[in-house]
């Protein structure tokens, strides 16, 4: 089955996203925790939750992705900002625990000349801080383009940042492919390879969720500039082979493109009629 959605405002709660997701034809949805930039959660509002829940068994919705702040850096230099990443995730992750069973997705950090080393480290230290044995939430660590000094650059510092986690049965990772294109990862003319090469360096089993963007900027420019599908350097055809991939098929896809809702629905629409049933 194509489970298909994009980013939606988390402004009215879960049940308005629900709605709104199901209005634009998707099956799936990602949200903020919180402000982007930061800042307080809103309560959980559990009379919303419930509502939620029962209008999701309605409408086959069983895949939510939330995404953390993208102020939070877990490797910062500052030891006041990583404990504020600290308490924002230990806080997010409480808030999951409402929708068990769901994902939560974050950009593993900048080292800020600490070097990658040190980032994946304070990292990981980070996650064996948040991650308990009885959590359900799976936390995804999302692939990177290597603008600036962002650690995730490459499947192999994936790799190390999950073996060092303990309770690491409780990560997986979101491959985005406006990132990984960036990154230097060919998504275009040498999918099979670059699949092959994440089985090899984290294994294909922790691949648990997808953002599905093009690029505004060529293949290894390390920039991260989403455009709408079609409308960047990866383009339709090689969207269809990632949607239809046998390795790839069965995970939840979601836009983050620039778009308003309408472009959205759109780009799902045509995302599902080049979808091989
Ligand atoms: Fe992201
Ligand atoms: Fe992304
Ligand atoms: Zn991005």
Redesign the pocket.
Known sequence: MFTIGCHLSASKGYLDMAKTAVSIGANTFQFFTRNPRGGKAKPIDEADIKKFHEFAAENGITKILA?AP?TLNACAVDEGIREFALNTMIDDIKRMEYTPGQMY???PGSHVKQGAEVGIELIAAHLNKVIYPEMTTTILL?TMAGKGSEVGRSFEELRAIIDRVELNEKLGV?L?TC?VNDGGYDVVNNLDGVLEEFDRVIGLDRLKAI?INDSKNPFSAHKDRHEKIGGGYIGIEAFERIINHPALRELPFYL?TPNELDGYAAEIALLKSLYKD
């Open positions: 995404h993208y997705n974050f950009h999302e979101c985005d990132h953002h983050e």
